[in-house]
């Protein structure tokens, strides 16, 4: 009797499993800036989810083998990154989906490419999101990719393969640039121009509220402990979604 018990048991909770496991979910695409739910089981969307986890995580120490300091991974990502994703062709559809579609599709538009490398950043121990910086008068805007090094948020632009350096031959950091714009210079960034804006006018407003104790980066919400904490923070509105949206 016992033994028919326990086996009902099983049934009943193995049914749910399999019940919850085929819960009809969805993951957002856009094309060209139209939106779309593409609709699956919720086991193929965490199976997926997990191998995108796994190939994050491999590609970053791939990435940063052999490096020694923080400084060292960052800037061997930002190599990787600059050289390895290129520019959408003009024409083509711009695509928003996961960082690892980008990453195999090998083409990005600008804040794509800082996509890429905060969350190879973020896989590699260091904290990195991507921001918007305006110009003065908001005539134009370049998206950039803040990385925590040494306790500071240093700036790097994947998209031109940039970072800026002090005199003294440190990574600016957002302090550094705002207190000395001059040091926004480089042979890739020098004579370029946005919206009739030269790049290193893009930094006047620089805005790090949303960085703040408690918020879980987008980079951190692709790895399953993260994400399960952060959607746990969002259902007991703890935390709301990361206002950062390029593409959507």
Known sequence: MRKIRYLAVFLVLFAAVIAIANIDVSI????????????????VKWTQFLA??????????????????????????LEWTHDNIRELSAGAPVIDDHVLNIIIRGYAVPEQFQDVFTTLC????????????????????????LVKIN???????????????????????????????SLVRGEEVDNVVINGVPYKDLYYSIDLRQVRDGITLRPYRQMPLHRIIYELKKAFGIEKEEAINPLR
């Not at 796994?54 to 490096?67: D, K, M, N």
């Not at 260091?126 to 990719?145: C, G, I, Q, T, W």
């Not at 500071?152 to 714009?181: C, H, L, M, Q, T």
């Open 28 to 43: 957002r695409q856009g094309v060209d800036g139209r939106l779309r739910h593409i609709h699956m089981p919720l086991y």
């Open 52 to 77: 995108r986890h796994y190939e994050y995580a491999r590609l970053a120490r791939e990435i940063t083998a052999g490096c020694r300091t923080d400084e060292e991974k960052a800037l061997a990502i």
């Open 122 to 145: 973020s896989y590699a121990g260091l904290p990195a999101f991507l921001e918007k910086f305006y110009d003065k008068e908001h005539k134009a805007r370049n998206f950039v990719s």
């Open 151 to 181: 306790g500071k948020w240093r700036v790097f632009d994947a998209f031109y393969g940039e970072y800026f350096r002090k005199d003294d031959g440190e990574i600016a950091s957002v302090e550094d640039i705002v207190n000395d714009p």
